[in-house]
């Protein structure tokens, strides 16, 4: 048998993996399949041809690269599992899983065609802001303001966009 996380040798009955240290005793361990491996962010289970923990987002594997799957298992095998194993890029420092998802797309035509009646501002979630854009509509400085909004959301990086407005992109999504 060899060791789940690392592919070492196991001698039988063994309870601790010589070659990496790890604990072979787990209840959520595979049995002894070599395509899983344990995740180093979060210590769950997961399938070994992913690059990234579906749960936590960290790194699975070092830099000598992914471990491949060695079986020849057929689809028909993982019906009824959880077949969430879409890979989605973690999310950059500052930026909570629990902010509401929203389209930087959305907000940005907002910002341009509604700017001047705070529209895009109601849709990140930021109504006394928006407000404040409705009082001085009459003046023309929202629309200026709006449209200045709008030219910024298209030039800022999706990261500086979700920690600026609080909100999550659709593809950072985690659920």
């Given at each position: 048998m060899n060791c789940p996380y690392c592919g070492s040798e196991l001698p039988d009955g063994t309870k601790t993996c010589p070659g990496c240290g790890a604990d072979l005793t787990h209840e959520d361990l595979p049995d002894g399949t070599p395509e899983t491996v344990r995740c180093p962010g979060c210590g769950k289970t997961v399938d070994a041809s992913l690059?990234?923990?579906?749960?936590?987002?960290?790194?699975?594997h070092s830099d000598e690269g992914p471990k491949m799957r060695t079986d020849?298992?057929?689809e028909s095998m993982f019906e009824g599992a959880n077949q969430d194993t879409q890979w989605r890029?973690?999310?950059p420092p500052g930026v909570s899983p629990a902010w509401r998802v929203r389209s930087k797309t959305a907000a940005t035509l907002l910002a341009f065609f509604l700017g001047g009646f705070g529209a895009h501002e109601f849709y990140l979630g930021h109504p006394k802001k928006a407000i404040l854009y409705i009082l001085f509509a009459f003046s023309g400085f929202p629309m200026i303001i709006g449209i200045l909004k709008g030219a910024q959301y298209v030039l800022e990086s999706d990261e500086d966009?979700?920690?600026?407005?609080?909100?999550?992109?659709?593809?950072?999504?985690?659920?």
């Open positions: 690059l990234f923990c579906p749960n936590c987002g960290a790194a699975l020849t298992r057929t890029p973690p999310l966009f979700m920690r600026d407005n609080q909100v999550l992109l659709e593809r950072y999504r985690q659920s």
